[in-house]
Protein backbone atom coordinates (compact mmCIF):
# COMPACT_ATOMS: atom_id res chain seq x y z
CA UNK A 1 0.00 0.00 0.00
CA UNK A 2 1.67 3.45 -1.11
CA UNK A 3 0.99 6.46 1.22
CA UNK A 4 1.68 10.10 0.17
CA UNK A 5 3.74 12.17 1.95
CA UNK A 6 1.99 15.35 0.75
CA UNK A 7 0.86 16.61 4.42
CA UNK A 8 -1.65 18.79 2.53
CA UNK A 9 -4.01 16.18 1.52
CA UNK A 10 -4.35 14.45 4.57
CA UNK A 11 -8.16 14.66 5.78
CA UNK A 12 -7.46 16.78 8.85
CA UNK A 13 -5.66 19.71 7.01
CA UNK A 14 -8.13 19.42 4.52
CA UNK A 15 -11.07 19.82 6.66
CA UNK A 16 -8.99 22.53 8.72
CA UNK A 17 -8.75 24.83 5.60
CA UNK A 18 -12.65 23.98 4.66
CA UNK A 19 -13.56 25.30 8.04
CA UNK A 20 -10.68 28.63 8.18
CA UNK A 21 -11.88 29.48 4.55
CA UNK A 22 -15.59 29.23 5.20
CA UNK A 23 -14.65 31.66 8.22
CA UNK A 24 -13.14 34.40 6.22
CA UNK A 25 -16.27 33.95 3.81
CA UNK A 26 -18.27 34.95 6.28
CA UNK A 27 -19.86 38.11 6.06
CA UNK A 28 -20.25 39.93 9.35
CA UNK A 29 -15.74 38.32 9.38
CA UNK A 30 -14.98 39.86 6.30
CA UNK A 31 -16.68 43.66 7.83
CA UNK A 32 -14.79 42.78 10.96
CA UNK A 33 -11.67 42.24 8.91
CA UNK A 34 -12.36 45.64 6.36
CA UNK A 35 -12.68 47.88 9.71
CA UNK A 36 -9.93 46.12 11.43
CA UNK A 37 -7.99 47.91 8.52
CA UNK A 38 -9.41 51.04 8.19
CA UNK A 39 -8.98 51.29 11.95
CA UNK A 40 -5.32 50.42 11.70
CA UNK A 41 -4.96 53.03 8.63
CA UNK A 42 -6.38 55.64 11.24
CA UNK A 43 -4.57 54.30 13.81
CA UNK A 44 -1.12 55.34 11.65
CA UNK A 45 -2.18 58.27 10.35
CA UNK A 46 -4.16 59.51 13.47
CA UNK A 47 -1.14 62.06 14.58
CA UNK A 48 -1.21 63.74 12.01
CA UNK A 49 -5.41 63.68 11.33
CA UNK A 50 -5.51 64.19 14.93
CA UNK A 51 -3.26 67.07 15.92
CA UNK A 52 -0.69 65.25 17.73
CA UNK A 53 2.86 64.48 15.31
CA UNK A 54 4.96 66.87 17.70
CA UNK A 55 4.85 63.96 20.24
CA UNK A 56 7.21 62.12 19.10
CA UNK A 57 7.48 58.30 20.84
CA UNK A 58 3.69 58.56 20.33
CA UNK A 59 3.37 59.33 16.71
CA UNK A 60 6.06 56.58 15.55
CA UNK A 61 4.14 54.31 18.28
CA UNK A 62 0.66 54.64 16.33
CA UNK A 63 2.24 54.29 13.26
CA UNK A 64 4.22 51.15 13.52
CA UNK A 65 0.92 49.78 15.15
CA UNK A 66 -1.30 51.35 12.81
CA UNK A 67 0.82 49.64 10.27
CA UNK A 68 0.79 46.22 11.95
CA UNK A 69 -3.01 46.04 11.90
CA UNK A 70 -3.50 46.96 8.93
CA UNK A 71 -1.18 43.82 7.58
CA UNK A 72 -2.90 41.59 9.93
CA UNK A 73 -6.27 42.61 8.70
CA UNK A 74 -4.85 42.14 5.27
CA UNK A 75 -3.58 38.72 6.14
CA UNK A 76 -6.84 37.72 7.78
CA UNK A 77 -9.02 38.77 5.06
CA UNK A 78 -6.59 37.34 2.35
CA UNK A 79 -5.52 33.90 4.01
CA UNK A 80 -7.32 33.20 7.61
CA UNK A 81 -6.27 29.83 7.08
CA UNK A 82 -2.72 30.87 7.44
CA UNK A 83 -2.90 33.19 9.82
CA UNK A 84 -5.57 32.36 12.35
CA UNK A 85 -3.19 31.36 14.89
CA UNK A 86 -1.89 34.62 15.18
CA UNK A 87 -5.56 36.28 15.50
CA UNK A 88 -4.82 36.84 19.30
CA UNK A 89 -2.31 39.33 18.22
CA UNK A 90 -4.64 42.45 17.42
CA UNK A 91 -6.32 42.08 20.41
CA UNK A 92 -3.18 42.52 22.56
CA UNK A 93 -2.55 46.02 19.82
CA UNK A 94 -5.90 46.95 20.99
CA UNK A 95 -5.10 47.38 24.50
CA UNK A 96 -1.84 48.83 24.28
CA UNK A 97 -3.45 51.40 21.84
CA UNK A 98 -5.25 52.19 24.71
CA UNK A 99 -2.83 52.36 27.46
CA UNK A 100 -0.24 53.95 25.28
CA UNK A 101 -0.46 57.77 25.63
CA UNK A 102 0.27 56.79 29.58
CA UNK A 103 2.79 54.26 29.21
CA UNK A 104 5.30 55.68 26.42
CA UNK A 105 7.81 58.12 28.45
CA UNK A 106 7.32 62.03 28.13
CA UNK A 107 4.59 63.94 28.15
CA UNK A 108 2.29 61.96 25.91
CA UNK A 109 -0.93 62.23 27.30
CA UNK A 110 -3.26 64.76 25.99
CA UNK A 111 -6.79 65.04 25.42
CA UNK A 112 -6.34 64.76 21.87
CA UNK A 113 -3.96 61.65 21.81
CA UNK A 114 -6.20 60.34 24.61
CA UNK A 115 -9.29 59.97 22.79
CA UNK A 116 -7.89 59.09 19.46
CA UNK A 117 -5.95 55.90 21.26
CA UNK A 118 -8.73 55.04 23.45
CA UNK A 119 -11.60 54.97 20.80
CA UNK A 120 -9.32 53.19 18.39
CA UNK A 121 -7.73 51.30 20.65
CA UNK A 122 -11.23 49.76 21.76
CA UNK A 123 -12.60 49.38 18.18
CA UNK A 124 -9.06 47.06 17.30
CA UNK A 125 -9.83 45.52 20.62
CA UNK A 126 -13.66 44.62 19.63
CA UNK A 127 -12.53 43.67 16.22
CA UNK A 128 -9.77 41.14 17.56
CA UNK A 129 -11.88 39.52 19.22
CA UNK A 130 -14.64 39.44 16.72
CA UNK A 131 -11.72 37.89 14.30
CA UNK A 132 -10.74 35.10 16.95
CA UNK A 133 -14.46 34.33 17.43
CA UNK A 134 -14.30 33.50 13.88
CA UNK A 135 -11.70 30.95 14.05
CA UNK A 136 -12.71 29.61 16.86
CA UNK A 137 -16.23 28.59 15.54
CA UNK A 138 -17.02 25.34 15.07
CA UNK A 139 -18.70 23.90 11.98
CA UNK A 140 -21.80 21.88 13.00
CA UNK A 141 -22.00 18.03 11.61
CA UNK A 142 -23.87 18.97 8.63
CA UNK A 143 -22.28 21.68 7.77
CA UNK A 144 -25.09 24.77 8.40
CA UNK A 145 -22.47 27.15 9.24
CA UNK A 146 -21.28 28.72 12.31
CA UNK A 147 -22.81 28.56 15.88
CA UNK A 148 -24.53 25.74 17.66
CA UNK A 149 -24.43 22.74 16.55
CA UNK A 150 -27.38 20.73 15.33
CA UNK A 151 -27.80 17.19 15.80
CA UNK A 152 -30.05 15.30 13.05
CA UNK A 153 -31.05 12.15 12.86
CA UNK A 154 -31.88 10.36 9.27
CA UNK A 155 -35.00 8.68 9.27
CA UNK A 156 -35.95 5.62 7.08
CA UNK A 157 -37.53 8.00 4.42
CA UNK A 158 -34.27 10.31 4.56
CA UNK A 159 -36.19 13.67 5.84
CA UNK A 160 -33.90 14.68 8.98
CA UNK A 161 -35.19 15.53 12.31
CA UNK A 162 -33.64 16.68 14.98
CA UNK A 163 -33.03 14.99 18.21
CA UNK A 164 -31.80 16.61 21.58
CA UNK A 165 -29.47 14.22 23.49
CA UNK A 166 -31.60 11.12 22.85
CA UNK A 167 -28.97 8.56 21.46
CA UNK A 168 -30.61 5.44 22.38
CA UNK A 169 -34.45 4.66 22.71
CA UNK A 170 -36.01 5.30 26.41
CA UNK A 171 -39.51 5.15 27.43
CA UNK A 172 -40.99 7.95 25.99
CA UNK A 173 -39.19 7.39 22.51
CA UNK A 174 -40.79 5.91 19.90
CA UNK A 175 -39.51 2.90 18.17
Given at each position: MTHSTDIGTHPDIVQMRARYEAAAANPVAQGADGLALL???YLALSPWIAGFSDRGPLTVNNLI??????LLALGYSSMYG???GIAWVLPLIGLWTIIAPWVIRGDMASARTIWSNVVVGAIILALGLATMRFGMAKHDRAGHGFGKSRMTEHSTYGQDRTTYGQDR?????RS
Open positions: SGMTGLVVTRTYPGPTS
